[in-house]
């Protein structure tokens, strides 16, 4: 039973440039949600998807957006990158949508930003 | 608004020492649910246990015991006889349903440091 998969695992990129990470969710799982870690902090919620579209968003500005395929997986881009960007991505899926508690994370993607 | 509070921020001890990781919340909801995740030095958030607001009964999972009081907003994590693989980041979080569905609000971690 595969986990949750994202790729890259790292990524390395200039400050103003775009990024895109992806996430295939837990077989299974139609819902997929996006959190931001920051070093030495906890997770902040992005958005989440389900049906194809954003269901919820929390405080993250529209250079952040996604999107997500037939197949449940989701991309997370960012445009104009910034040096506050640099974080460690994740990706956590779970089962219907916005009313579901328990959500499975995915090693994540760490993001930096020169 | 939501809110989780860990206060300790690092904690070091013994291995085979008992250890409480504690865990403040706030919410305006009658119905939410309350979260511990262990991250390792991989990264990955590992799922250890979710209560709803409705069931204040203690929980055992081995060495694992988790103590939810309404009364104080707290909903502790204690690890029995502590092992150097019990060395991580515990996350507490916490999901309101009314208010913002699934999406999970974290606290800030604790680090846990278990020695030989």
């Known amino acids: 039973d595969a986990g949750v998969t994202q790729s890259p695992t790292h990524l390395i990129k200039t400050r103003g440039q775009q990024v895109t990470l992806r996430c295939s969710p837990k077989s299974g799982h139609d819902t997929v949600s996006w959190y931001q870690q920051a070093l030495g902090q906890g997770p902040q919620f992005i958005f989440q998807y389900y049906e194809e579209e954003e269901r919820q968003r929390g405080n993250f500005p529209d250079r952040f957006s996604g999107h997500q395929f037939p197949n449940y997986s989701s991309e997370l881009n960012v445009n104009a990158l910034l040096l506050g960007d640099s974080a460690l991505y994740l990706c956590a899926s779970s089962l219907g949508g916005p009313k579901t508690y328990e959500q499975y994370f995915g090693p994540g993607t760490r993001l930096t930003v020169t | 608004a939501q809110k989780v509070t860990q206060a300790q921020t690092e904690i070091s001890v013994v291995e085979k020492e008992d250890v409480t990781l504690d865990c403040v919340y706030e919410t305006r909801d009658t119905t939410y649910y309350l979260f511990w995740y262990k991250q390792p030095p991989s990264g990955e958030l590992v799922f250890l246990i979710r209560?709803?607001?409705?069931?204040?009964q203690n929980e055992i999972s081995g060495r694992y015991s988790w103590n939810f009081q309404k009364s104080t907003s707290s909903f502790n994590f204690t690890i029995t006889a502590s092992q150097v693989v019990d060395s991580a980041v515990y996350f507490c979080?916490?999901?309101?349903?009314?208010?913002?569905?699934?999406?999970?609000?974290f606290g800030e971690g604790t680090q846990l440091t278990v020695n030989p």
């Open positions: 979080a916490l999901s309101e349903e009314e208010t913002s569905g699934s999406r999970l609000t």
């Open positions: 209560r709803n607001s409705f069931d204040e």
